[in-house]
């Protein structure tokens, strides 16, 4: 499965952005995606993962309220929409796919996308 990554752009804090994250193929065969990001000299955290199959979403703490995931099926797709964002949000985003646990505990999905760089200035 491949996936691509698109939307990463500059705003200024409090603007919105919206991430996409095409697969080469039906999400269903898919368990799990989710998006992570990696800012310059921090680890790469997990933001947020959607259970293809049961629709169970997962954000982390700190962008909860904020960011929304959804999914369009027939696009296999899965978008990050990303509201009030802050400079502390400012990363390399990087969609990723595999199961609910090698995605949500192991942090070790089995694809990933190419990054995409989301740059909030205060």
């Known amino acids: 499965v491949q996936l691509q990554a698109s939307g990463g752009g500059l705003v200024q804090a409090g603007g919105s952005l919206r991430l996409s994250c095409a697969a080469s193929?039906?999400?269903?065969?898919?368990?799990?995606m989710g998006w992570y990001r990696q800012a310059p000299g921090k680890q790469r955290e997990l933001v947020a993962a959607i259970s293809i199959g049961g629709g169970v979403k997962k954000y982390a703490d700190s962008v909860k309220g904020r960011f929304t995931l959804s999914r369009d099926n027939a696009k296999n797709t899965v978008y990050l929409q990303m509201n009030s964002l802050k400079p502390e949000d400012t990363a390399v985003y990087y969609c990723a796919a595999g199961t609910w646990e090698a995605v949500t505990v192991t942090t070790r999905p089995a694809y990933w996308g190419q990054g995409t760089l989301v740059t909030v200035s205060s």
């Open positions: 193929r039906s999400i269903f065969i898919i368990n799990a």
